[in-house]
């Protein structure tokens, strides 16, 4: 999920409720971790790495589900001919994880991901 700024999620009604809290990695990035799952909150200049129109905010292009995978460049050769709108070919990002982002054909956004190195590595392989 997209947020232009943090403050605005200060008052979010998650943060007054019991239950997992969100982890602000830095201020531009904070993830909830409930698990099976997590929702990442990024500023507008996180997504910005996403590619250039990849997430919009305030609106349903803004939210992300993601799959870790084993290898996300094999799934990509194995999706890419059924694939429509791929926002972000495999990408590593500064966070050592790398991504494959696209669009399902409601154009909600789909990110498979590997990790790759450091502290991504050592925080989703057991």
Same mark, same amino acid.
Request: proline share 10%; with cysteine.
């Given at each position: ?6 403050? +605005? ?108 190195? +450091? ?8």
């Amino acid at each position: 999920m997209e947020s232009p700024e943090r403050r +605005g999620w200060n008052g979010f009604p998650g943060n007054h409720v019991r239950g997992p809290r969100a982890l602000w990695a830095t201020p531009e990035f904070a993830e909830l971790v409930a698990p099976p799952c997590t929702l990442t909150i990024a500023s507008t200049r996180t997504t910005a790495l996403f590619g250039a129109g990849a997430a919009h905010p305030a609106d349903n292009h803004s939210a992300i589900t993601e799959f870790q995978v084993d290898d996300g460049d094999a799934e990509y050769a194995r999706t890419r001919p059924v694939l429509g709108d791929v926002a972000l070919p495999p990408t590593t990002h500064p966070w050592s994880n790398r991504w494959l982002l696209f669009r399902d054909p409601d154009g909600n956004m789909i990110n498979f991901f590997t990790s790759v190195g +450091g502290a991504a590595v050592r925080k989703f392989k057991p």
